[in-house]
């Protein structure tokens, strides 16, 4: 199944932002839990110790993400978007106050774990309920996958921003409280504007919900994941080579399984036969991975060849998370004119110039409004890539299968931040400086001629059904 390269310009009812906006509050979530860290972690090894499950604390969050977002599309078909999306509230609630009171680093973990599977239920729930409303109205949901993306993918950016100034004024355990009150806020515009009525979900049995979210699948894929993602982790110091055969074993097994399964977890067949889904989550991979170098490598190069402190460091990031912001407003229009292709094409050629950036600018010496600018550049690709992808996947999969996929998307997503790990660790090692960020650049300038060559050739963004074309 495949998407034109263009979409049409005449717009239909637009989802209301009452409800796109509503749903689209506990979205900054996981955005905001796992990129404050980065500024907190300072202070946590500070107060337990620079222990090796200090680097749990990061990981954790990604780990239980990336296994628990598909699982949350899938329950929220289930027993209803809405629902889900609250018990994820709830389940953030609880990790944040279990890590505000954890007496050691392995408290810290357990309560990093369960933030990472409650912030896994908000994107892939809030997609539904747009997809559910704009199906059920009439209305197309271009706008408010917009206002989606801006909430969760650009606060990204704003992330070690924010987690500067609180930490800075407050000590790391501000990045815990801070969820409190956006879970409170988040919980009661859900529940006033996201009526039940078209959220989805039905009255299903305890056996048949057993049945249905193919537990055995469910298991294999936490395999794989795991330990795709350990693997992973682990390279960037003492390789754990024996998940090798372990992960071999998982994927033929997880694949074997969900060919077969009445009712998949994720259906393989599916994505065999929806080339531009599976395309799509291809180009995500390798788009994460370059902006996760950016994201984890320029403020580290910051700290350590700048000498800049952790807030400074935070601040000289800004114009990323504003760039992105208005990047994000920018594609929108243009996917709406001109379509995917287009959209992705500039994605990827800022992806380029920004990557070309950070390779020849002379750094340590460069001022202080060279250094904002190339910031600035930096958050362009976020904005048009992740609405061009995201509009994608929404085009080739029906309002029941859209939960499923955007988890499919955002466990691509987190996989890509661990590989960053890996890339920053070959390029620039445990402490980047300017020869280091040298080489991120390049590897980051040549993932944007990868993906750019890959946006012009591919064939999966002509042919399409119109009427979900019409509908992004």
Known sequence: MTVTDTTPTQDARRVPFRVSGSVATGSILQPLNSSMIAIAIVGIAAQFGPSSGIAWVISALYIATAVTAPMAGKLGSLLGARRVYLGGLALVA?????????????????????????????????????????????????????????????????????????????????????????????????????????????????????????????????????????????????????????????????????????????????LTRNRALGATLARTLLTYTAFYCVFFGVPQWLQ?????????????????????????????????????????????????????????????????????????VLGIPNGFNNIGNQNLISSVTSVEEVGTAIGMYRTVQYIGANLSAVVLQATAGHIIGDDGLHRTGWFIAAAGVVLLVGVLTSRNMRDSRSSQVSAV
């Open 304 to 376: 350590y060849s700048r000498g800049m402190s952790a807030t400074e460091a935070g601040l000289t990031m800004l114009p990323v998370a504003v760039v992105g912001i208005g990047s994000t407003m920018l594609a929108s229009r243009i996917y709406r004119r001109h379509g995917a292709r287009r959209t992705l094409a500039v994605g990827t050629c800022a992806l380029l110039v920004g990557g070309l950036l950070l390779a020849s600018v002379e750094r340590s010496t460069a001022p202080i409004v060279v250094l904002l600018l190339v910031a600035a």
């Open 94 to 270: 609880l990790g944040s106050i279990a890590g505000l009171l954890a007496p050691s680093v392995g408290w810290l973990i357990f309560s990093r774990i369960l933030v990472g599977i409650g912030t896994a239920t908000q994107y892939p729930n809030a997609m539904t309920m747009i997809r559910g409303y704009a199906e059920k109205y009439d209305a197309q949901p271009r706008t408010a996958i917009t206002t989606l993306a801006i909430c969760s993918q650009a606060v990204v950016a704003l992330g070690p921003t924010l987690g500067g100034l609180l930490v800075g004024a407050f000590g790391w355990q501000s990045i815990m409280w801070i969820n409190l009150p956006i879970i409170a806020f988040s919980a009661l515009a859900v529940v006033r504007f996201a009526d039940v009525g078209f959220v989805g979900g039905s009255s299903v049995g305890h056996r048949q919900l057993l049945h249905s979210l193919d537990l055995a699948g469910v298991l294999l894929f936490l395999v794989l994941v795991s330990s795709t993602m350990l693997f992973l982790l682990s390279s960037t110091s003492e390789p754990l080579w024996w998940l090798l055969p372990v992960w071999a074993l998982a994927l033929a097994a997880f694949v074997q399984w969900e060919g077969r399964a009445p009712e998949p977890f994720i259906d393989v067949r599916a």
